[in-house]
C-alpha cells in the first residue's frame, strides 16, 4: 500500500509521472492514476545538496506544452522553473535533473511542490515533505535488525493499545537509555546495537541513543503507548474523545463525522457501515435507530502487537441517537420471533417457542446450564439455512436499547444468539433491513435453571388474543373533510349534499396478515398447524365489513345506520349469511340515502357502531385446583353525527 496518497488524475490531465530525491523515488503513479507520496520517508543528511529528478506528461491538441514549476516550503524557486514544447499528445519530458544546494536546505522538515501545467492551464500538483538532519545521527531502525525504513531522530513512535512493547536498532554499537517521561525515572540502560522496551503501560517515553562512536549526535524518539486518538468532526480542531466515551447525535436521520491523526478501519456495530485505510468516517444515523445506542469502533494500520495477551488497539465511542425507542405492543411491531435452544453439545437445535408477538409480558427462557439460545425470525432458517425461508429477514437488533454486534447474531443478521449475554431480563428489539416497517419488540428472560413443574393448566397461543386499543372513529368525504363525533352538519342547498356523496369510514379493525403456524406439543408428538393471522390495525376500512376467520384470536365488523327524525331509513351491516361473501362497501352514499327519502327537510343522523372482540384465556381456582377459563370480549365503539337539511 502506498502512502499519503494525494490527487488523481483523469488520462487527459497533466501528470507527475514520477519524482526522485538523490536517485530515491519518492513519487509516482498507480495503476488507477493516484499519485503516491512517500511523505517523511526521505531523510537527507546534513550539509548534502538534493538532486532532483522530474518524468511528467501532459496532454493536449496542437502545439503541446509541459512546464515545470518547483515550490520550497510553499515559496517558488523561479530558477528551477523549466519548459518544453511538441506537436506530440501525450508529451512526456523527462525534466533535466536539478541540485537544490545544501545551503537552501535548513535543518528540519520541508515540503517541494512540484507543479506541472499545459497548454490548456491545467495544472498537477504533488507535495513530498522530507526530513533534512541537523546533525550526523546514526542510522536507528524500528525492529530486531538495522534494516528498512530509518527512524529519522526526535520522531514519535506510537504504539496503540492499553499496553504494548518495540525493539529498535542500530547499525553501530552504542547505550540504549528509556526515560518515563511523567516521572523522569530512567527504567532501562543497555549497552548494545538492538533494544527492546519491553512491556509498557499506556504514558509518555523518551528513548536515547547515544553511539559509541563520537563523531556521531545522540538520537532520540518520543514512544507514546496508548489507544488511537479519536476526534469529533472532520480534523482534530473537534471534540477529543476518550476511549467508552459517548456522544449524542444531532439528529436522526443524520451524519455523525469522526476523524483519527492515523489512518485505520472503521465499523459500527450491528449496521454493516465498515470503512478502512482512512481518517475520515462519517457514521450514517437511520431514524429507525431513534433511542438507540450505537457503538463505533476504529483499529488504527499502525497497530502493535495486535495477538499480545493485554489485547489489540481497538478503541470504541458511543453513540446515543435521540428519541425514543419503539413500544413493545403489537399495533406497531407486527414482526413475530422463533425461540431455538440447544441445551448442549452433543444436542440438536429445537424448536422452544414460534411466533412470539411483541408485547410488555416477559417471556421466561430455561436452560440449564445455558449453552445456546437463539431468538429467530423464522426457525427453520437457522436450522436449514438458505434452504427455509427468514420471514421478515435480516435485521437491526438491539439489547437494552444498545445496537447489537455482530458477533452475537448469526450469518445473515436474522437470528441473535441469546445465550451470548449472561442470565438475566433484556429488551430486544429488531427492525427488518428488507421491509422497514416490519419491527418486534418484548422482553426476555434467561433463567439458569430447569423448568418449574407446571402446576396449572396452560392457555394456548390459539385461545387468546391481544385486546385492542381503538382510535377514534371518522367518516371522511372526497375533499379529506372529517366528520367526528357529536358534529352538526347544515345543509341550505342541494349543492352542499355533495359533500355528503362519498364518505369512508376510518376506524380500527383487525386485519389479516396472512397465516401463523402452530405447534401443539413436542418431540415426536408435536403437531404443526396453520391458522389466520390478525393484528389490530387504524386505518381505513370498508362500510358494513367483518372480519370473522375460524381459527382466528380476534375480530371485527361495523356498521351504520341512519335516521330521519329518529327513524331509521338505511342501515349498512355485514350480511350474516355464511354462504354470502361481503366484503363491506368502499364508503356511504349519504345524499342518495336523503334524495331516497324524497329530500324531506329535518335532522338526519348518522350512527357508526364499530364491534371489536378478542378471545381470552385465563387459569383460575376452583375449589382445591386450577380451571382453564375461555371467554370472547367485546368492545362497542359508537359515532354520530347530525345532517340538519333546511
Known sequence: MKKNSQTAKPLSQPVHNMITFNDYQVAGLDSGGWNWVKNDEFILPPETPLAIDLLQTTYGSGTNLNRSEVLLDGVELPEYRAEQQSSQSPFRWQVPRFTIPASRLAPGQHVLTFVVTDARGQKSTVHVRFQVEAQNYPSIFQGQKPEGEKVPSGSQTAIFGTMGSTQFASAVSGTWELINQTTNAKLRTVTAKSFSTGTLPAGNYELVFTPDDGSLSTWTTHIRVGMAELYQGTDASGQKLAPGQQITAPAAPGVVPLYSPVAGRWSVNGTGQTLTDSQHFEVVIPDRMAGMTMTVTFEPNQSVNADAPWGGAATEVNIQVPGSPKACDSASATATMDVLMQPNAQ??????????????????????????????TAAEHVELGSEASDDEGPGFWAVDNVVVDESKLNWDHTALLLSSYKPGRYKVNYESKREPHQ????????????RPVPSAPVCAKNEAGLSPSPGPILLKNSRGHEYRDGQTVRISSAAELDNLSELRLTATYAKRVGNKKIRDG????????????LVWTYGETPIGASQDYSGATIFSENRIQVFHEGKEIASLKPNTDEEYVDKGDESLNLKAIIAANENKPGVYTVKVTNTLRYKTCAIVPLYKKYVKELDEQKQNQTMSFTVEVK
Open 347 to 376: 444436542s440438536s437445535l429445537m424448536v422452544e417457542r414460534e411466533d412470539l408477538p411483541s408485547s410488555n409480558l416477559t417471556v421466561k427462557l430455561y436452560q440449564n446450564p445455558v449453552h445456546v439460545i437463539w431468538l429467530a
Open 439 to 450: 419491527s418486534w419488540c418484548g422482553y426476555i428472560q434467561v433463567v439458569e435453571d430447569v
Open 522 to 533: 413436542s418431540g415426536g408428538d408435536a403437531i404443526t398447524y396453520y391458522m389466520p393471522n
